[in-house]
């Protein structure tokens, strides 16, 4: 079984279109997976790129699937 290649977050940018900061930032925020070599090393892949992007891409949905409140039922706004 091949083992899919480990990336830096300058890597992963440079072939994603991101800054090395925003990567690190993604990965900071727990939305991006990382492999953790040691407590300064931390790699990535592409298949978790591509988890993040389909985790965090929101399709619209057909106007006719939108949820719709009642009429007459005010909306909540959250604080």
Known sequence: MAQEKLLSP???G???GLS???VRAL???GRLEF????AKTKL????????FQKNATKVKRPE?????????????HSL
């Open 10 to 12: 300058k890597e992963l």
């Open 14 to 16: 440079d072939l994603v």
């Open 20 to 22: 090395a900061a925003q």
């Open 27 to 29: 990965m900071n925020d």
């Open 35 to 38: 492999v953790e070599i040691s």
């Open 44 to 51: 990535l892949t592409m298949s978790g790129w591509e988890r």
């Open 64 to 76: 006719g699937d939108q949820p719709r409140l009642p009429l007459g039922e005010p909306q909540h």
